[in-house]
């Protein structure tokens, strides 16, 4: 079992929905949680940023970290097609970030 | 903004060749940081390092070295390519422990 899973997708929505990217994981030691977005031929761009549990706002995009469950989610409302690219959802203990495989997003206009 | 720079975007070298890939980052971080990313695997953690001239090894060491001789350089080498070793590439950094990875944008790496 990987210790963070996420759908590889594709995923494809209209422009202006409201878009959830989910991942689940399974080590308990991760004590902060990221999402990064990457374009085509492009490095992962840092988008999120979370320690505890609950809900962090940024703009349009919301992050959301269960630990009970070990789920956490990203969604972003009013969704753009600037906002197609892969999401790669990660969890941290200490130095070391274990990543998902990512999500790809496409917006259609 | 955080400034990690690789030295090339696209690079083919041939079986058995030793291969350098070179990072440098311009926010005085103390951790650096190489992986790789294959399709269907994600980003896999290769070495890192937390201060000048110390490292540690991630997930896949095996074939790999790296180099830590200034804070903003960190170097990747591959002893002797082999084929299985095309990928792409990422360096990333970070101010300390616990604080957000920033990467560049990554070198493509092809040996034929």
């Known amino acids: 079992q990987k210790e963070v899973e996420q759908d590889p997708g594709p995923l494809s929505v209209p422009e202006g929905a409201i878009v959830s990217l989910n991942c689940t994981y399974s080590n308990s030691a991760f004590q902060y949680f990221m999402w990064y977005r990457q374009y085509s031929r492009k490095g992962p761009e840092l988008l999120m940023y979370?320690?505890?549990?609950g809900n962090k706002e940024d703009g349009r995009f919301t992050a959301q970290v269960d630990k009970s469950s070990k789920y956490i989610s990203l969604f972003i409302r009013d969704s753009q097609p600037s906002d197609s690219a892969t999401y790669l959802c990660?969890?941290?203990?200490?130095?070391?970030?274990?990543f998902g495989t990512g999500t790809l997003l496409a917006v259609q206009p | 903004d955080v400034k990690v720079t690789q030295s090339s975007r696209y690079l083919v070298k041939r079986t058995g060749e030793k291969v350098f890939l070179e990072c440098v980052q311009d926010m005085d971080h103390e951790n650096m940081f190489w992986y790789r990313q294959d399709p269907g695997l994600g980003l896999r953690l290769i070495y890192f390092?937390?201060?000048?001239?110390?490292?540690e090894k991630g997930d896949i060491p095996e074939g790999y070295s790296v180099s830590r001789e200034k804070k903003e350089r960190f170097s990747l080498i591959l002893e002797s390519a082999s084929t299985n070793q095309t990928s792409m590439y990422l360096c990333?950094?970070?101010?300390?422990?616990?604080?957000?990875?920033?990467f560049g944008d990554g070198t493509r790496l092809s040996i034929l």
């Open positions: 390092s937390y201060d000048v001239k110390m490292k």
């Open positions: 979370t320690y505890s549990s």
């Open positions: 990660a969890g941290g203990a200490t130095n070391k970030l274990i």
């Open positions: 990333a950094s970070s101010l300390t422990t616990y604080q957000p990875q920033h």
